[in-house]
């Protein structure tokens, strides 16, 4: 007898009919979410741009008009708000997908299919709103004149694979764990406030660097303030930030080599100053994904055999 | 498997759930309370069960409240794990337990056919396909662009049921479908069930109805606090099941021995209570129809008119209510002679009964003088059975409402709290 044998031993047809069908549920899913996201609102789904450009507009004001935050680089402007359009989805992934498994309680208890896919469903209809919105970016961009168009614009898709399975790995572990602690989810509202100054949404990691002083000038050895450095190496290890910094790269710095593009895009501004010179940070903000992705998906698996009870 | 016909086996399922004493979901408390973190009740929902469904079988599941019928189904449409014992199933089990799974009342009628569909595990393309069949048998073709929450309650149930099925599923699982929606609802749930039989699907239904097991189940298991106590022919299982629930610890004496007395000049042949399809049914549904029927025969020439009353009382023998019947004045009998007879139907279109024991009494009394001919006390025992489980005697079919009124009603200023 083996304890909490498994119903079935389908053959590799049949599992593949349901991956097919599981896909096919997922896809549903995600549409009807984003249908119901912005129904019984009058802009409907207009305030999936709205309220991006609404936060860019207040943040504008804050922090360069009145703070005069500005690290001189080109196209500032244009790099806030490809910063926002990014912290929004990850925000409202998040938040979203955390609560997809149970606000979907009544399905769970009644019916039968892997619970993950909840919350890919919910991650799913988030990253479709992050796409159009970073099309309308880069549509404004083009506009104004404020990015280079080149071949490297093809590095944003690894960028935004990387941006969504960090999303959704996170997404699994709090959803998992919002069932029996509602607690995560104001634990997770603090710790969004850290991670959106520690992302580098409104500035880059060079403002950061220029602001500690860490080097008064490109080159030298001497940092003013070396115990702060640590500030840096953890900013730079964070993948929200590098993903951010590395579309900015792609898209609004003409002038970066390629193989910087590639491998340290989001350093690049570190090697600027010999004594930060760190390349082993360089796979860190990915190592950091894959952790997560793995982290969130074991929880959730665990945790997934108890949902239907414990809702 | 080694037997190819069969399509469901279970052994030694056993299934607890463990219950937080004091229920309290944030993480301060468990941090605190670290210590008393495993204080749980152990509740074993189901406890070494055994039973073997053959492909094409159709399989009643019954029990009190609790006995863990649902934890059961929920177990073998994969949606809990058991804890121990084997479960093997041969062929495509229905995902889901109960109509309408997944529908939301924002979107419309075609969109939730193709959200709920998916969960029942119909593709796009099949929806496309079956898309006007679904519609047109639900009777919806002007609600296809309608939002959910603007239909009627028996709108939504028959979009579900239309939908579910279209399910392709070997193996159908189903938790109280019965008990949603009105006759001609259920009239069509038990043509689907008949067509279902006919294509030979296995079926595994839970419900209080005892009339559907008995009427469409070949077999039934009787689940009692976790234990499977009856395994067995659909009939056996639900009378077995009868006698057990008529023992309910109400204080009252609801198998008490018929008391019967009169002259006998008409006399009551028999005494049946039925729902609405005409089957014996003696744990009729809050808010269900209910039919008494009694049959009587005149032996005495002399009796020309008579009425017949029916007294519903409570278990605790109080009389619910009286209710009489000038039996002569619309029988076809002109004339009464001896032996003439015939049927007396008492009709309780929504019984509104909450759960409890009751018994019948009736009598077959002189219309002028009220001479018993012929009194039954306990004729019919039974228990109406309040899937809601609402507190109190009766339901009063109340409607609540809120109005902008400019005059509400005021108290007199001697009851007045202010004053």
């Not at chain 1, 619970?115 to 083009?142: G, Y």
């Not at chain 1, 900015?248 to 501004?269: D, K």
């Not at chain 2, 209080?208 to 009427?215: E, I, K, N, Q, S």
């Not at chain 2, 018993?372 to 009766?394: C, E, M, Q, S, T």
């Amino acid at each position: 007898m083996s304890a909490g044998a498994d119903a079935q031993l389908p053959g590799a047809a049949s599992q593949l009919d349901s991956f097919r069908h599981y896909r096919h549920l997922t896809v549903e899913l995600a549409i009807s979410q984003f249908k119901l996201r912005y129904t019984g609102s009058v802009l409907g789904y207009f305030w999936s741009l709205l309220k991006p450009a609404m936060i860019f507009a207040i943040m504008y004001f804050i922090f360069v008009d009145l703070f005069k935050i500005n690290d001189g680089t080109k196209f500032y402007g244009m790099q806030v708000l490809l910063g926002i359009v990014v912290w929004t989805f990850f925000s409202e992934c998040t938040g979203s997908a955390m609560q997809a498994i149970a606000s979907n309680g009544g399905l769970i208890r009644k019916a039968y299919f892997p619970r993950s896919i909840l919350v890919i469903a919910a991650s799913l209809s988030a990253l479709f709103t992050f796409v159009i919105n970073l099309l309308i970016v880069f549509v404004i961009a083009v506009g104004l004149h404020q990015i280079d168009i080149s071949l490297r614009i093809i590095i944003v898709l690894p960028l935004l694979l990387e941006l969504y399975l960090l999303a959704l790995g996170i997404s699994l572990f709090l959803s998992a764990l919002f069932v029996q602690f509602h607690d995560v989810s104001h634990l997770w509202e603090v710790l969004m406030q850290l991670l959106f100054y520690g992302s580098g949404v409104m500035f880059s990691l060079t403002y950061v660097l220029q602001r500690l002083h860490l080097a008064l000038e490109v080159g030298s050895k001497t940092p003013q303030t070396p115990h702060l450095l640590w500030i840096v190496q953890i900013m730079a290890a964070n993948p929200i930030m590098q993903t951010i910094e590395d579309l900015r790269h792609a898209l609004l710095t003409p002038e970066a080599p390629w193989t910087e593009l590639v491998v340290t895009g989001h350093l690049a501004a570190v090697h600027q100053y010999a004594a930060l010179d760190v390349p082993w940070e360089a796979p860190l903000p990915f190592l950091a994904v894959l952790m997560v992705v793995i982290f969130g998906a074991l929880t959730f698996r665990v945790r997934a055999r108890s949902f239907a009870e414990n809702l | 498997m080694a037997d190819r016909d069969l399509a469901i086996r279970v052994e030694h399922l056993s299934k607890r759930f463990r219950i937080p004493l004091d229920r309290s979901a944030t993480l301060k408390h468990r941090m605190t309370h670290w210590r008393s973190a495993s204080r749980y009740r152990t509740l074993e929902a189901l406890l070494d069960v055994n039973f073997e469904v053959r492909a094409g079988e159709f399989l009643g599941i019954i029990g009190h409240n609790g006995s863990g019928k649902s934890t059961l189904l929920k177990i073998l449409s994969r949606i809990y794990r058991p804890d121990a014992g084997v479960v093997a199933i041969e062929g495509k089990v229905s995902p889901f337990l109960e109509l309408g799974v997944g529908f939301n009342p924002e979107l419309t009628a075609r969109e939730n056919i193709f959200l709920s569909g998916s969960i029942l595990g119909l593709n796009r393309p099949e929806l496309h396909h079956l898309f006007d069949e679904i519609i047109g048998f639900a009777g919806l073709e002007q609600f296809v662009d309608h939002k959910l929450k603007n239909f009627s309650s028996g709108m939504e149930v028959r979009l579900a049921f239309s939908l579910a099925i279209q399910a392709h599923a070997e193996i159908l699982l189903m938790d109280e479908v019965l008990a949603v929606g009105d006759a001609a609802f259920q009239e069509k749930c038990f043509d689907i069930f008949n067509r279902y039989k006919r294509e030979g699907r296995t079926v595994v239904l839970v419900t209080h109805g005892l009339g559907a097991v008995t009427t469409y189940c070949d077999r039934a298991l009787l689940l009692d606090h976790g234990r499977l106590v009856a395994d067995g022919d659909a009939a056996d299982v639900t009378s077995q099941y009868r006698r057990a629930i008529g023992m309910a610890a109400d204080g009252s004496r609801p198998n008490a021995e018929i008391e019967r007395w009169g002259a006998r000049d008409v006399v009551v042949t028999g005494i049946r209570m039925l729902d609405e399809r005409g089957v014996e049914d003696v744990n009729p549904a809050t808010g269900g129809f209910v039919r008494i029927e009694l049959g009587y025969r005149i032996q005495n020439d002399a009796i020309a008119d008579f009425t017949c009353v029916l007294w519903l009382m409570r278990g605790d023998g109080l009389m619910v209510s009286e209710a009489t019947f000038p039996v002569s004045q619309y029988a076809q009998v002109g004339e009464s002679q001896r032996g003439a007879g015939g049927t007396i139907r008492f009709d309780i279109p929504q019984l509104s009964l909450l759960e409890g024991t009751y018994s019948v009494d009736v009598e077959i009394q002189g219309r002028r003088d009220q001479a018993p001919y012929d009194h039954l006390k306990n004729a019919v025992h039974f228990r109406a059975i309040d899937r809601r489980a609402r507190r109190g005697v009766i339901e009063p079919g109340g409607v609540w409402s809120v109005v902008p009124d400019e005059q509400p009603p005021t108290w007199p200023d001697r009851f007045d709290p202010r004053a």
